[in-house]
């Protein structure tokens, strides 16, 4: 065996063809999306008028193991993957731990995030069916961005609606996407219906995700040849991104490697469901017992003081509900939260998954975050989202670990991308003048009150 | 042979150990620095108080063919190279050319460019030698962060002189360089002579590489265990960049290819004299004969307007001289020049080669140069610096040309890096608000005349 590289790249012609739908050999099928009036579970038709055909089929079905990637989609993931299998050897020195470390990263690519591997699929199949553009939410900019790369690419129009905070602290992000040819809306805005309401709620809100979403949804739904498309939480977003697990896990192969942990940050589940795809599945089936472990801010913390109930994924209460780990969807992140992944629910899979103890999920605190990612920055040479942040702080922990107990474990993180475009939080972090916030079980009651009526049991 | 991939990695252990020093197959040497008083050539041991001594030598030494890359310094290009030859497809089908258009990505990596390449090398040289920190100059800021993250990874402090204006624009590079640990002043400051000079000369002045080059090496030379380092210019920096150039020209072997056309931006010259280096022995060598193309500005145009000449390197004339293209050390672009390039001299050796007719520059204006950005960004998905873009509009012009003379040739360009940190240039390109300038005559010869006295021939 020679020496394991630094980085390994999978040649073109490795490149999986096929996307894992973990959902067909789970024991237990994630709930279905259900209409929130009625209260029963949405046949596929039902969500054509918000997603394309072949996305909501992909949505509802539960039973097709693999999906080919369209070639025109192999096509376009040509131009950033593979990606890197990074092997840590600087980390592991600093930490005197014996644990293997490695990182796949998604971060080389101009999106700067892993958010480009659904946005590209997404896009394509809006195309494929003819539509004449789409519209999304986005919050930092890295799905906004990502999505627009992709509708330039396939010659679709698409309108995004930015969380109102993220638009006016990061304007560049808005720049990139309009170097793309994307229009970008501050988020709440007054060209919706769901906007003008939250608006006179509450006039000098900033805006959140939730928000976002539901006037994406609208403008979608109400303007001709349009449909919505969302970079995470949903079954076909994890479909997608099962690339950088599948990925992840022949480039172990190559090198006679297998995780004994798998580490992923989680907001709504996009990076953390793609990445453990094959190796859960190696779980449902027997093969394998590697420990899976999802990474949450502690001020936005869904899977470890969320409730497992049906929600609206979104704030103006347009969308069916899931069911998933969720604050409930009036919960909104203190304002001092600068490290992402703020979303109040949490993929509907990973949901299941987490609720049937498959994985397991922590908490971690932004200042504790950032010590990571600058330590990380430091030995590895690559600055790091704050989301990506979450993944690193754990990985160390669990190498610490190692080091007490002399165990060579192995272990692989998911580092989704680059901090480019975060360097205000690095800065507050330098400066000192970071803070944490963990909600109270009273704030966090405030968002449980925003839940739906439940379906009975 | 197998289709061409869209990029093609090198692995590990077909990297270049050694770097190549074009010089040692010139037929006639660039010539040497000299003293700025005496005007005589500076031995390597005069150079001994600004650069470190392994620096100093390569500096000087026109004969040594190759040098090998130290094994420390391999161990960090190993964390970002090699870095991808990417076959332009999209760009070639877009522009309908029967041309093939290869590029040399380098911009993976927290830099954002090929300045990394040489950081590194200049970085390890000091800490092998002892030394306690180094000082350089950054404008747009590339160079001072592949400093701070090649200094943190050896243990040395920096501290950089910023461009005033760049300071002020560009907060998040600045961030970025105190994440890795680098202090970071605008210049000019009132922290050295040569700044406090410059001030009090125009108080308002919002700097210039010159200025800043003037403190760090004053800086350098007089604090204790510190040296100086420089970006570009430097045929030491040249020879760590031809990493570039080796890794492209093997990449090309294994496809079976060779360029006709070999294009590079050129401000000091770091990337272009990197990537053509093994292109530019062979045509030395009489065993190939690719057209060498230097793309530079048009408001900052060394090659195409400037004077055979020595020159300081710096406004404040505290460098050596150096016989480059010069448009004069008092030579400042104009203030809506947003696209990099912006140093006043070139590198001495493309200066010789250029001056020998061995290779061709054109200079280019920077609506076009944004023209060609934003169509590549959506074709190739990479948003690029707009330095990198000066080289695409090259390519894209030599594409068409094959367009019409129908002619299939092989086109390489260097794409140095990433425009991340440029989207103020961006959003005035899309608002239609970025001018051009192209100096006059006159405004030309107010730089020349701050040109030195010139020895005899």
Redesign the interface.
């Known amino acids: 065996m020679?020496k394991i590289?630094?980085?390994l790249?999978l040649?073109?012609?490795q490149m999986p063809k096929q996307w894992y739908n973990l959902r067909a050999d789970m024991k237990e099928q994630p709930d279905p999306l259900i209409h929130p009036g009625t209260l029963a579970p949405l046949p596929e038709d039902a969500l054509y008028p918000i997603f394309c055909e072949k996305l909501a089929h992909q949505e509802v079905d539960g039973k097709t193991r693999y999906f080919d990637v369209p070639e025109q989609v192999q096509d376009?993931y040509?131009?950033?993957r593979p990606s890197p299998l990074c092997r840590a050897y600087?980390l592991e020195k600093a930490l005197d731990t014996p644990a293997k470390i490695y990182y796949k990263f998604e971060g080389?690519?101009?999106s700067?995030s892993h958010k480009l591997n659904s946005a590209i699929a997404q896009a394509y199949y809006a195309k494929e069916q003819g539509l004449k553009g789409l519209t999304t939410e986005t919050g930092a900019g890295q799905w906004g961005t990502a999505l627009s790369?992709a509708c330039?690419?396939y010659g679709l129009d698409l309108k995004v609606y930015m969380v109102k905070v993220s638009y006016e602290q990061k304007?560049?992000r808005k720049?990139?996407m309009?170097?793309?040819?994307a229009s970008v809306t501050p988020s709440p805005s007054d060209t919706t219906e769901a906007g003008r309401a939250i608006l006179a709620h509450d006039p000098l809100t900033t805006g959140s995700l939730g928000c976002a979403i539901s006037e994406a949804v609208e403008a979608a739904t109400t303007t001709e040849g349009y449909r919505y498309v969302l970079g995470s939480v949903l079954n076909q977003v994890l479909l997608h991104q099962s690339i950088i697990g599948l990925e992840s896990k022949q480039a172990m192969e190559i090198l006679g490697e297998y995780p004994d942990i798998v580490i992923g940050c989680a907001g709504g589940g996009s990076n953390l469901g793609g990445l453990i795809a094959p190796f859960m599945q190696d779980k449902l089936l027997g093969k394998a017992d590697p420990r899976i472990l999802a990474v949450e801010p502690a001020s936005c913390p869904s899977f470890t003081r969320g409730r497992y109930a049906y929600d609206f994924c979104d704030t103006g209460h347009v969308t069916p509900l899931a069911r998933m780990y969720t604050l409930g969807n009036g919960f909104i992140p203190a304002s001092n939260h600068a490290g992402g992944l703020r979303y109040h629910g949490m993929s509907p899979i990973l949901s299941k998954l987490y609720h049937d103890g498959y994985m397991e999920a922590t908490a971690v605190k932004q200042t504790d975050v950032f010590d990571a990612a600058?330590q990380f920055?430091?030995?590895?040479?690559?600055?790091p989202a704050p989301e990506s942040s979450h993944a690193i702080r754990a990985a160390i922990d669990e190498a610490l670990k190692c080091k007490e107990s002399g165990e060579a474990k192995t272990i692989l993180f998911g580092l989704t991308g680059?901090g480019?475009?975060d360097?205000?939080a690095?800065?507050a972090y330098?400066a000192g003048t970071m803070q944490n916030h963990v909600p109270s079980d009273e704030e966090l009651q405030g968002g449980f009150d925003t839940l739906p009526p439940q379906p009975a049991e």
Do not use: C, W
């Open positions: 020679a590289p630094h980085r790249y040649t073109e012609d376009m040509k131009m950033y600087n080389n690519n101009t700067g790369e330039s690419y304007p560049y720049a990139v309009q170097t793309f040819g600058v920055a430091k030995l590895e040479t690559i600055l680059t480019y475009f360097m205000a690095y800065e330098l």
